[in-house]
């Protein structure tokens, strides 16, 4: 069976601009959240989802916003890119929001 | 105080000894734990979850819950050269859709 699956793997984009990542869940997984690495330090939350539905936000500007299509996929968007925006984003699934989360491979978003 | 805490190493230890990693965490009302293990340039890869007080085994990893003290840890027997990663403490909030809060991580060097 297919892990959680993230694209791009990398990415460099300038400041300002806009940027989209995806994520396909592990098959019968509902609930997928976000979450940004930096160098260093461990997973921040961003979001989840579960059925479509936003069930938790952490603490990041309106710049970030997601959503849940009805296959479980979901998108990340960052728009009006910073230098800190740089990071490891990370795209979690579980069956069900009180289950164990799996990673994906994470996307890796470089601004210059 | 940070939400959940670990010292960051590195700990070295001599392959085949018992490496011990600790955890503390603040919210006295969480209820789930989870260890990750993180290569370097990878994502996280979920070795273990423990849910009440005490022990919880799975091969060379045992997982200890202490809810009185707020404290997990994660022994790992006869450590090998490629145990050598970065360890995840990760907890769960309930209050806030769920979403995990990790502790920066702390290295574990094997020596062969």
């Known amino acids: 069976d297919a892990g959680v699956t993230q694209s791009p793997t990398h990415l460099i984009k300038t400041r300002g601009q806009h940027v989209t990542l995806r994520c396909s869940p592990i098959?019968?997984?509902?609930?997928v959240s976000w979450y940004q690495q930096v160098l260093g330090q461990g997973p921040q939350f961003i979001f989840q989802?579960?059925?479509?539905?936003?069930?938790g936000r952490g603490n990041f500007p309106d710049r970030f916003s997601a959503r849940q299509f009805p296959n479980y996929s979901s998108e990340l968007n960052v728009n009006a890119l910073l230098l800190g925006d740089s990071a490891l984003y990370l795209c979690?699934?579980?069956?069900?929001?009180?289950?164990?989360?799996?990673f994906g491979s994470g996307t890796r978003l470089t601004v210059v | 105080q940070k939400e959940v805490e670990q010292n960051s190493g590195p700990l070295s230890v001599p392959e085949g000894a018992i490496a011990s990693l600790n955890c503390t965490y603040s919210?006295?009302?969480?209820?789930?734990f989870f260890w990750y293990r993180q290569y370097s340039g990878k994502s996280p890869e979920l070795i273990m979850s423990?849910?009440?007080?005490g022990d919880k085994e799975d091969g060379r990893f045992t997982a200890q819950l202490n809810k009185a003290s707020q404290y997990v840890s994660l022994l790992i027997r006869d450590s090998q050269p490629s145990d050598s990663a970065t360890y995840l403490c990760?907890?769960?909030?309930?209050?806030?859709?769920?979403?995990?809060?990790f502790g920066a991580g702390t290295i574990l060097r094997v020596k062969s």
């Open positions: 979690a699934s579980s069956l069900d929001v009180n289950y164990g989360y799996t």
């Open positions: 098959s019968g997984h509902k609930s």
């Open positions: 989802y579960y059925e479509k539905e936003e069930r």
């Open positions: 919210d006295r009302g969480s209820q789930s």
């Open positions: 423990i849910y009440s007080n």
């Open positions: 990760a907890v769960r909030r309930t209050a806030y859709g769920n979403k995990l809060v």
